[in-house]
T-cell receptor, first 109, second 115 residues
Framework: AQRVTQPEKLLSVFKGAPVELKCNYSYSGSPELFWYVQYSRQRLQLLLRHISRESIKGFTADLNKGETSFHLKKPFAQEEDSAMYYCALLTGANSKLTFGKGITLSVRP | ETGVTQSPTHLIKTRGQQVTLRCSSQSGHNTVSWYQQALGQGPQFIFQYYREEENGRGNFPPRFSGLQFPNYSSELNVNALELDDSALYLC??????????????FGPGTRLTVL
């Protein structure tokens, strides 16, 4: 069965510090992975997907099939990055998303 | 373009009751997925509706059921409510489920409390 693990619940950093939010997955098929973000009082929204290989708001994530990981990184955190981040794995023809438990990123001034 | 809307915002029920949650999909979207998000957890897939038919189901009992209407809006029904059903229920719509993945746009959720 598919599973997404986000091992940490909270990451607190100072503004300008590097950020790495960890995500590991378990899936027998070809994985398609996403990071979703939820800012305070806003709805869940897509941040980036591994297939697009984009950098969104300075964030990047590389799929490492050998380590079954999809860590989210940003070299210099900003206060506006403070939010809840969820890693998600797409499985099945019906676009079912399996989410991790999420991590709260807190960026202090 | 109108985003995904859900009603009601909050709901309190007692054990054994039945509840109906509603979702209006984003304009141009024909697929609706429902997720349950318990406190401190990530969203968990309940089921998906595509063109008024159930198109996949997660690990939820049959007392969780749904409908999709011709205008692509959707309902989630839960019978015989249990305390563990207390959660945020999220609806997400997408353009199409055939072929490659289409981004799912989430609604604000309905907070259900079962006493």
């Amino acid at each position: 069965a598919q599973r997404v693990t986000q091992p940490e619940k909270l990451l607190s950093v100072f503004k300008g510090a590097p950020v790495e939010l960890k995500c590991n997955y378990s899936y027998s098929g070809s994985p398609e992975l996403f990071w979703y973000v939820q800012y305070s009082r806003q709805r869940l929204q897509l941040l980036l997907r591994h297939i697009s290989r984009e950098s969104i708001k300075g964030f990047t994530a590389d799929l490492n099939k050998g380590e079954t990981s999809f860590h989210l990184k940003k070299p210099f955190a900003q206060e506006e990055d403070s939010a809840m981040y969820y890693c998600a794995l797409l499985t099945g023809a019906n676009s079912k998303l399996t989410f991790g438990k999420g991590i709260t990123l807190s960026v202090r001034p | 373009e109108t985003g995904v809307t859900q009603s009601p915002t909050h709901l309190i029920k007692t054990r054994g009751q039945q509840v109906t949650l509603r979702c209006s999909s984003q304009s141009g979207h024909n697929t609706v997925s429902w997720y349950q998000q318990a406190l401190g957890q990530g969203p968990q897939f309940i089921f998906q509706y595509y063109r008024e038919e159930e198109n996949g189901r997660g690990n939820f009992p049959p007392r969780f059921s749904g409908l999709q209407f011709p205008n692509y809006s959707s309902e989630l029904n839960v019978n015989a409510l249990e305390l563990d059903d207390s959660a945020l229920y999220l609806c997400a719509s997408s353009r199409d489920t055939s072929g490659s993945y289409n981004e799912q746009f989430f609604g604000p959720g309905t907070r259900l409390t079962v006493l």
